[in-house]
């Protein structure tokens, strides 16, 4: 049996791009635990658990198809995938808004990791915004290519602490699962939103909406169809079942953990004294793997040659102004900016389904659906990683 490469799905561009989606989706909410608290575990298991099928299945079908129409559509900048899903009058809404939006949520990042380094070792906000907004801007200077081969490799990492303390979590306290049904009633846990169903579509909501652009610059490292949906199938099923260790990990404990700033910090505390100070290095990174693309997601609108001078200027003088607005508390920004990006993504995912069905029957009449007036990228080369290099395999 032979098998040519470019039919191949190879494993290391699956990684690496799982590891990007990771690392993007991966902020101070799912570090922290505030994310699992109020989306899913503040519902209890049977909640938790619907809501979570849901957010798999939203994660999946998008990242997924994202991925391959980004592949054949070969857009120069990712940001016109707006239009592409969504037609020229909202999809021009999408393409404006959404950078403008990744610049704000830059902003909350930088606020985040002031507040983070403030809170937990008591330093003055101001160290860690800088400390940020200097290491996030270094990294997207280094273009798309610099940015995923650093981020692709810390966000596997941070996944693996965070399910480590989740899991801590769950052992440490199995009955408490079963026992929060009767716990819940009697505390007032924040929840995310009235009910677990609408939790479960409101949670994809900014994930989606960051990753849309993002995974469309992504697509040109993948060779085939079936390479770039087996990579965004590989991301999406990560990161919910990683959050769905954390959900089961605080709602075993949630009679102490659901008045936390930081929940995830209070187990990791149990472990060993010195487990929260390790865990607050964990959530810092995790902040800097979402600002890093945020930063970069938002320039490119406005310059899609990552590596030019012109691109390095417009990154300089956004993370000065992110700096500036990161002086607003941090509760404040995310209170005002997320609830709003929630519900505009499940406008775009509706757009994007939309356009699947489209491109069915459009196939059906011999129609190419990705012949589009873009501005986009030569046809890809073949590039194949050195195990990768023979065109045919006997199996």
């Known amino acids: 049996m032979t098998q040519t490469a470019s039919k191949r799905v190879r494993a290391g561009t699956v990684i690496t791009l799982m590891g990007a989606i990771l690392a993007y989706l991966i902020g101070s909410g799912f570090a922290t635990g505030q994310e699992a608290l109020q989306y ?18 939203l994660y999946s079908y998008v990242t997924a198809v994202v991925l391959r129409d980004g592949r054949n559509l070969r857009l120069k900048s990712g940001n016109a995938i707006f239009e592409y899903y969504c037609g020229k009058y909202i999809g021009k809404f999408f393409g404006v808004f959404a950078p403008l939006f990744f610049f ?45 081969g ?14 480590v303390v989740g899991i801590i979590g769950i052992a440490r306290s199995p009955q408490g699962i079963t026992a929060s049904a009767d716990t819940l009633p009697t505390i007032d846990v924040l929840q995310a939103a009235p009910n677990w169903a609408v939790s479960g579509f409101n949670y994809p909501g900014l994930g989606i909406l960051m990753l849309v652009p993002f995974l469309a610059s992504l697509s040109t490292r993948v060779r085939n169809d079936r390479e770039a949906v087996t990579a965004g199938l590989a991301g999406a099923m990560t990161f919910v079942a990683a959050v769905a260790v954390v959900a089961f990990g605080l709602l075993a404990n949630i009679g102490d953990v659901y008045d936390k700033q930081i929940p995830m910090l209070w187990i990791a505390n149990q472990i060993f004294s ?9 959530l810092f990174a995790g902040i800097y793997t979402t600002a890093v693309p945020l930063l970069w997601t938002a320039i490119n609108r406005i ?17 000065v102004a992110a700096v500036l607005l990161a002086q607003v508390p941090f509760a404040e920004l995310v209170n005002v900016l997320y609830p709003v990006a929630g519900y505009l ?10 356009r ?14 990705y ?3 873009f501005e986009r990228l030569p046809e890809e080369k073949a590039a194949t990683a050195p195990q990768d290099v023979q065109d045919v395999q006997a199996g």
Do not use: Y
Not at 136 to 145: E, I, S
């Open 104 to 148: 704000c949520l830059f902003a909350v990042m930088l606020s985040g990791a002031g507040a983070a380094l403030n809170e937990h070792l008591g330093w003055n906000s101001q160290v860690g915004i800088l400390a940020m907004a200097v290491g996030v801007l270094l990294t997207v200077m280094m273009g798309l290519d610099g940015l995923v």
């Open 371 to 373: 012949a589009v007036a």
């Open 356 to 369: 699947q069905i489209r491109n069915i029957r459009a196939r059906k009449r011999g129609t190419d659906v």
């Open 274 to 282: 010195g487990a929260g100070s390790i865990f607050s290095v964990v």
């Open 345 to 354: 993504a499940l406008v775009l995912v509706g757009c994007i389904v939309i």
């Open 150 to 163: 650093i981020v692709s490799k810390l966000g596997p990492v941070i996944v693996v602490l965070c399910l």
């Open 303 to 319: 310059e899609t040659n990552d590596r030019s001078n012109r691109a390095k200027l417009f990154a300089l003088i956004a993370t």
């Open 40 to 57: 899913f575990a503040s519902f209890g298991a049977p909640g938790a658990a619907g809501a979570l099928v849901i957010s798999f299945c």
